[in-house]
C-alpha cells in the first residue's frame, strides 16, 4: 500500500514554461513533506519542504503547493530550465520519526 | 567538503557471495540511513542508525545486517547474496530524524548474478 504516490512517471515540458509535479498522498497523519530532486548516477538532493500548517512554500523558481483536504501536492516550477530535468521524489515522514515514505518519482524531461 | 561517501560504487556478485558497502560521513550527523532503490518505486529504508553504536531495522532488512562502531561511518552487510538484492544502494545522514534534511551519497550499483 503506497501511502506516497507519485502518478505520473515521466513529464516533457517546453523550457521557459512552467512545470507541474504531482504527489498524492493517504496518510491524514502526515505533517511535512520534503521534495528531492536526483540526477543521473547521483543521490538523490534536498529542494524544497513544506508544514501541513502552510498550503504554499516558495523557494526562488520552485513553489510547492499543499491541498490538504485533498491530500495532494504539487511542485512547481517556473521558468524551467534545462538543469531542471532529473527525477523528482515527494516524501513524508512515517509514523517511526526516523523513516521517510518516498514516492516512485516523476522524470522531468526539459525541451529546449 | 566530501559530504556522504559510498564505496564501491558498483560491485557485481555471484548468488552466495557477501559484501559490505561502506558509507562515510564528515558532518557530524547522528542519524545515518540505507536505502535501496528499485525500477519503478521510491526509496525503501533498509536500516538505519540514529548515533554511534545503535542500529534499527528500517522497512525491508531481510538479508542485510548493519553496524555503526564509529559515529561518521555506517557499514552495510549482504551475508549471502541473492538475485533480489539487485538495486541501487543509497546511504544518506541527517543531523535529526523525520522531516530533516538528509543528505545522501552517489549511490551503489549492485548486481546480483
Known amino acids: 500500500d503506497q501511502q506516497v504516490k507519485q502518478n505520473s512517471p515521466s513529464l516533457s515540458v517546453q523550457e521557459g514554461r512552467i512545470s507541474i509535479l504531482n504527489c498524492d498522498y493517504t496518510?491524514?497523519?502526515?505533517?511535512?513533506f520534503l521534495w528531492y530532486k536526483k540526477y543521473p548516477a547521483e543521490g538523490p538532493t534536498f529542494l524544497i519542504s513544506?508544514?501541513?500548517i502552510k498550503d504554499k512554500n516558495e523557494d526562488g523558481r520552485f513553489t510547492v503547493f499543499l491541498n490538504k483536504s485533498a491530500k495532494h501536492l504539487s511542485l512547481h516550477i517556473v521558468p524551467s530550465q534545462p538543469g531542471d530535468s532529473a527525477v523528482y521524489f515527494c516524501?513524508?515522514?512515517?509514523?517511526?520519526?526516523?523513516?521517510?515514505?518516498w514516492g516512485a518519482g516523476t522524470k522531468l524531461i526539459i525541451k529546449p | 567538503n566530501a559530504g556522504v561517501t559510498q564505496t564501491p560504487k558498483f560491485r557485481v556478485l555471484k548468488t552466495g557471495q557477501s559484501m559490505t558497502l561502506l558509507c562515510a560521513q564528515d558532518m557530524n550527523h547522528e542519524y545515518m540511513y540505507w536505502y535501496r532503490q528499485d525500477p519503478g518505486m521510491g526509496l525503501r529504508l533498509i536500516h538505519y542508525s540514529v548515533g554511534e553504536g545503535t542500529t534499527a531495522k528500517g522497512e525491508v532488512p531481510d538479508g542485510y545486517n548493519v553496524s555503526r562502531l564509529k559515529k561518521q561511518n555506517f557499514l552495510l552487510g549482504l551475508e549471502s547474496a541473492a538475485p533480489s538484492q539487485t538495486s541501487v544502494y543509497f546511504c544518506?545522514?541527517?543531523?535529526?530524524?523525520?522531516?530533516?534534511?538528509?543528505?545522501f551519497g552517489q549511490g551503489t550499483r549492485l548486481t546480483v548474478v
Open positions: 496518510n491524514s497523519m502526515f505533517d511535512y
Open positions: 513544506i508544514s501541513s
Open positions: 544518506a545522514s541527517s543531523y535529526a530524524g523525520g522531516g530533516t534534511e538528509a543528505f
Open positions: 516524501a513524508a515522514p512515517g509514523d517511526s520519526n526516523y523513516q521517510l515514505i
